[in-house]
């Protein structure tokens, strides 16, 4: 009895693949049989239709195709890379000195002037200090203009005329340092934009180095992108370049403004610089793609890249020729060359005067019969 279980698995076992077969066999038959009578019905009906209309057996074969007029054109390949938006003027502003915040002066988004107060830090000490230095200078003044009288009348030494001036000076220039570090306990707009953010609460420590305050300029603003260094040597200012913004779904024509000449060592890629005009309403760090003509074929015919196919022989593309009454299809053979835009170039095979089988194109054989649909002819713009 030990050993009955272990035999029957193995059976059952054995029986599965013949019983998968059995199954896949029967489908294959019951297939078979209904294909035949998809096909009897469609000779019972092609009967009847002939019958009605004799017309029907010279027109129930062709395959209706539209077709592509060749037109020679300039044809223009571009690759795309991602860039970004960046401004030349957009910069985050910090206290030059440390104190507490006193006031600010600014909200978000609003637009400033060159110069103009954004933030002040308390001062009253160095103003304090100031108005002693001052009182201190005034009688500094006095005493060097009265001991330089008397020097000038060979009065007194030189030495008394020497301390006055220098304490004079010295003062001056005291002052002069005291103001400075006033002046710094205010942050100025260094041009005129649009506040952005503002980080600035009154009473808090400012700190140099912690954002205050940012600002940006919309009108000096460019698009950035690292470009492979296989195009070094393609590119150049004053290239045309197209900027896609993906966000805003528009394509606007620029020139590239740079070209960088040190290549990346952790990407192999060089900087791009390109125009953006402002009516673009584009804003810093927003992303885009752009596209860079790196090949131009100022005269060459050009197909729907779908419509080329291959076969052992090579790459070719079915045209529209006369025959009798009526139109056939016919394999050509063709060089192509880049492809953008969902079109390629033809670099050899068609002489320009050939009509192109496009819609339809999957359909056609090598001799089929055509039936041409003109209303839905394509054709190549310049």
Sequence with gaps: MKYVLPLLLLAAMACQPSNELDKKKTELTEARAKLQDAKDKVHALETEIK???????????????STWKLNARTFEHFVDVRGAVESRKNVTLSAATGGKIEKVWVNEGQAVTAGQTLVTIESEILR??????NSALDLARTVFEKQE???????????????????????EKRVAVTKAQIDQTVVRAPFAGTIDKVDALVGELAT???????????????????VSENFIGTLKTGDKVEVFFPAFNKKVASTILSVGQVINPENRTFRVECRLVTEVGAKPNQVVVVSIRDYVNPNVFTVPTKIIQRDTQ??????????????????????PGLSYGNETEVLEGLAG?????????REVTEGAELKAAEAHQKVASN
Excluded at 208 to 223: A, E, H, I, K
Excluded at 353 to 361: A, K
Aim: aromatic share 10%.
């Design 51 to 65: 019958a009605l209309d004799p017309e029907f057996e010279k027109t129930n074969n062709a395959v209706s195709i």
């Design 314 to 335: 090579g790459t070719f593309v079915f045209i529209s020729e006369t025959k009798g009454e009526g139109l056939v299809a016919r394999k050509v053979y063709i060089k």
């Design 149 to 171: 009288k008397l020097w000038q009348q060979k009065i007194g030494t030189e030495l008394q005329y020497l301390q006055a001036k220098n304490n004079k000076e010295s003062l």
């Design 208 to 226: 140099p180095g912690v954002p205050l305050v940012r600002m940006v300029n919309p009108n000096d603003m460019y698009v950035k992108a690292d």
């Design 128 to 133: 304090n200090s100031l108005a002693e230095l």
């Design 353 to 361: 005067t050939e009509t192109v089988v496009f819609e339809g194109y």
